[in-house]
């Protein structure tokens, strides 16, 4: 597609329930990013995937979190159990995966809100 | 220890003038680029200006440069004839070119253009 597309925009969810966000990148975009975006702060980065490499998990806040992605495309991030301070925009971007400027496309987010 | 730093959480400028943003870094990599992002209140990132490390001249994208003092580990964004429509968070990020290809952010500047 033209852009980043992360699917839904919005999530609204019990407390201990499990959710799943779902990011399409651009196509050809080799690498994979999920940030998170607590109110008011900075983006923390969560997960990279990049091709067929295994994927850079370190940002990740606790084991209730994992993401995969599919044929090197579609990425799903998934939390369990999921808590109030999960409560965040989580965003998504894509790359080709080289060196240089511009090449980071961010999709709108999903904003996650737990109840 | 913060690879990131903007130390300015709120800024103010009148309509049609210029306006410095802060950011220092820190790295131990030789290969890096910086990044600044801006994030109006509709959430989106978009993506302004780059500098990669080994560029001597600084950055410059129409009303925005970035003023890229290496020894001194900065890269500050200076918007020049500020508009109403500049009023958002600005992110200051750097990517380090060993290792994770992710962005780390700073925590933002909210600049308000007044009339």
């Known amino acids: 597609g033209a852009g980043v597309s992360q699917s839904p925009s919005n999530k609204v969810t019990e407390k201990g329930k499990d959710v799943e966000l779902r990011c399409d990148p651009i196509s050809g975009h080799t690498a994979l990013y999920w940030y998170r975006q607590s109110l008011g702060q900075g983006l923390e980065f969560l997960i990279y995937?990049?091709?067929?490499?295994?994927?850079?998990k370190s940002g990740l806040p606790s084991d209730r979190f994992s993401a995969e992605r599919t044929g090197g495309s579609v990425s799903t991030l998934t939390i369990q159990r999921t808590q109030q301070e999960d409560s965040a925009v989580y965003l998504c971007?894509?790359?080709?995966?080289?060196?240089?400027?511009?090449?980071?496309?961010f999709g709108s987010g999903t904003r996650l809100t737990v109840v | 220890a913060q690879k990131i730093t903007q130390t300015q959480p709120g800024m103010f400028v009148q309509e049609k003038e210029a306006v410095t943003l802060d950011c220092t870094y820190d790295t131990s990599d030789q290969s890096y680029g910086l990044f600044w992002y801006k994030q109006p209140s509709s959430g989106e990132m978009i993506f302004l200006i780059y500098q990669g490390s080994y560029d001597e001249q600084n950055a410059t994208e129409g009303r925005y440069s970035l003023n890229f003092q290496k020894a001194r580990k900065s890269a500050n964004l200076v918007i020049s004839a500020s508009q109403l429509g500049d009023s958002a968070m600005y992110f200051c990020a750097m990517r380090e070119d060993t290792g994770r290809r992710a962005l780390t952010f700073g925590s933002g500047t909210r600049l308000q253009v007044q009339p």
């Open positions: 995937f990049q091709g067929n490499s295994a994927p850079d």
């Open positions: 971007a894509s790359s080709l995966g080289r060196t240089g400027g511009s090449g980071y496309t």
